[in-house]
């Protein structure tokens, strides 16, 4: 089966009734529509909150054919897998019964249940988590235990600390499928693993942090960021 060509798409998009009939703003998120072609993405519609540092995208990718919905916080995307569909039609129909939901979400993640193991854990209750400093250097605590935010393959971030000019970062997870915190560094944006804050206790993360947050940022920050 063959499909238009991305450039095509991008025609037609711009008179596709759903998106031109969607609101101006949605919980303090501002829609853009400026059709970019980004290689194989086509991004189509966005619903951005500069004060959140979030936005909500709508794409279409000629990598698979498929529009989806991408959810960015920070410097943390991902695409949401529960909106994937060639059909646009039907894509239609699925995210615009979904889309102020998912919205609501994002400017509000305490009102998302995150399910029972995170209640059990007391996760977003943390003391020690939730004093973190809101400075370290030029790291901001972007994301807190209190205000964690669900992110992909059962997991949920707990702890972000960005540097957004230099798109270095340092995040804490927690996920629910091993049951265990863990932690990635990001250094000019790309990915680098770390072991040093593998916990399956907010007692044993909270000893990790204490003995090794500090070095990791710093770390981070003196590192060669030539990519």
Not at 57 to 81: K, L, P, Q, S
Not at 114 to 137: F, Q, R, S
Request: overall charge neutral; some cysteine; charged content about 25%.
């Amino acid at each position: 089966m063959s499909y238009p060509s991305i450039e095509k798409i991008a025609e037609e998009v711009k008179s596709w009734n759903f998106i031109i009939n969607l609101p101006q703003e949605m919980y303090g998120f501002v829609k853009q529509t400026d059709g970019n072609i980004d290689g194989q993405i086509l991004h189509i519609c966005q619903y951005v909150n500069k004060a959140l540092k979030a936005k909500l995208d709508i794409i279409y990718t000629a990598e698979t054919f498929d529009y989806i919905v991408v959810h960015t916080m920070g410097i943390n995307t991902y695409r949401d897998v529960r909106y994937v569909y060639k059909e646009k039609d039907v894509f239609a129909e699925k995210l615009g019964e979904a889309l102020p939901g998912l919205i609501k979400k994002m400017e509000n993640p305490a009102s998302v249940n995150l399910g029972e193991m995170v209640k059990n854990k007391g996760i977003m209750a943390w003391k020690y988590g939730n004093n973190l400093p809101d400075k370290i250097g030029s790291f901001e605590l972007y994301i807190k235990p209190e205000k964690a935010r669900e992110h992909i393959n059962g997991s949920i971030i707990i702890i972000d600390y960005t540097d957004f000019e230099r798109k270095d970062q340092f995040v804490v997870y927690y996920n629910r499928l091993r049951n265990q915190f863990f932690a990635e560094l990001k250094i000019a944006g790309v990915f680098r693993d770390s072991k040093a804050f593998d916990s399956v206790s907010l007692k044993g993360l909270q000893g990790k942090l204490e003995s090794n947050l500090q070095d990791t940022l710093t770390y981070i920050n003196k590192t060669d960021h030539k990519i």
